[in-house]
């Protein structure tokens, strides 16, 4: 039986798996994420190439980031700190002497619903998953669209505000590659991310109650612990929260025409969720009477989506020798 190793590089940690071909997992660990250089995830990766030592055929990775599959370079890789442009596939083949497929995470994701999942048998659809930002993966043609160079269904960066845009792009701003996260900082507020993530729907949540948001002490589990007591605020912010999701799919839908939509990230295991941006996307959806009305569903995968989907990925571009 041949055995894969499998890596999912989130932003504090990296889950690590071995799988077969059927994407059953023999074993799983995380360890802390390697952000802080290229060198530093060369170093992870030698460790795991030693500590795995002759267990696996192939090694699939799921990287935020802007990743080109077919030529396994890495244009962008945030939170990871290494030069845009980075050959990393071949870095990593050369490290674990073993054949190597990179992807972008949220692509790994919808790659993963598409094959097993809650898009499995869509022509379109798309993920949106709910988290820190806003990870993306768009099916045309039934299969994972990557764009140019990898960088298709970035949600997160999904202009909401056009006029904050325009603002940001019409300030002196430092050059790109030392500028990029004074940037970020200043376009944060023009896009999906900061009113449609997770984090928006906390970050909302503290303002309707009056105090401040403070990532150590408010997380999903707490949101909903008040919901679940009755707290008005959290039903509000909920209902509140799901009208900026139905707005940015539908805005989405007018360019895809998509069949089916899959919401994922943590958030998206409570069934109000879903329940409520379908019925916001429905009262949106009046607007355009002409426009098809998607399907809006729970992903099938969460916290292994990336994984599957990375596998996925690497079968479909080194077969499974």
Known sequence: MKKYLVLDYGGSSVKISLMD???NRL??????APTSSLDEMKSFAQALAEEHKNEYSGVAVSLPGIIDIEK?????????????????????????SAPVVIAN?????ANAELRQ??????????????????????????????????????????PHDFAKLINV??????????????????????????I????????????????????????????????????????????????????????????LDAERYAIGGGISARPEVTEKINAAYKKIARTQPDLTVPEIVPCRFRGGA???GALMFFFEQKGRG
């Open 72 to 96: 396994g370079i890495a244009h962008t890789g945030s939170p990871y700190l290494f030069e845009n442009g980075t050959p990393l596939a071949q870095i990593y083949e050369e490290i674990f």
């Open 105 to 109: 995470d949220g692509k790994c994701a």
């Open 117 to 158: 999942g809650a898009l499995k048998g869509v022509e379109s659809g798309a993920i949106v998953g709910l988290g820190t930002g806003i990870a993306g993966g768009i099916i045309i043609n039934g299969k994972v669209w990557n764009g140019s160079r990898g960088a298709a269904g970035e949600l997160s960066f999904y």
């Open 21 to 23: 071909e059927n994407a």
């Open 306 to 308: 990336n994984q599957i």
């Open 169 to 194: 792009a019409n300030m002196p701003l430092p050059k790109l590659k030392d500028g990029v996260k004074e940037y970020d900082t200043y376009v944060y507020d023009a896009t999906w991310e900061s």
């Open 27 to 32: 074993y799983d660990t995380e360890k802390p």
């Open 196 to 255: 449609a993530s997770a984090t928006a729907l906390l970050e909302r949540y503290c303002v309707n109650k009056g105090f401040p948001y403070k990532r150590s002490e408010m997380d999903g589990r707490e949101f909903f612990r008040a919901y679940d007591s009755g707290d008005e605020i959290a039903a509000r912010t909920l209902d509140e929260f799901s009208m900026y999701v139905a707005a940015g799919i539908f805005s989405m839908q007018i360019v």
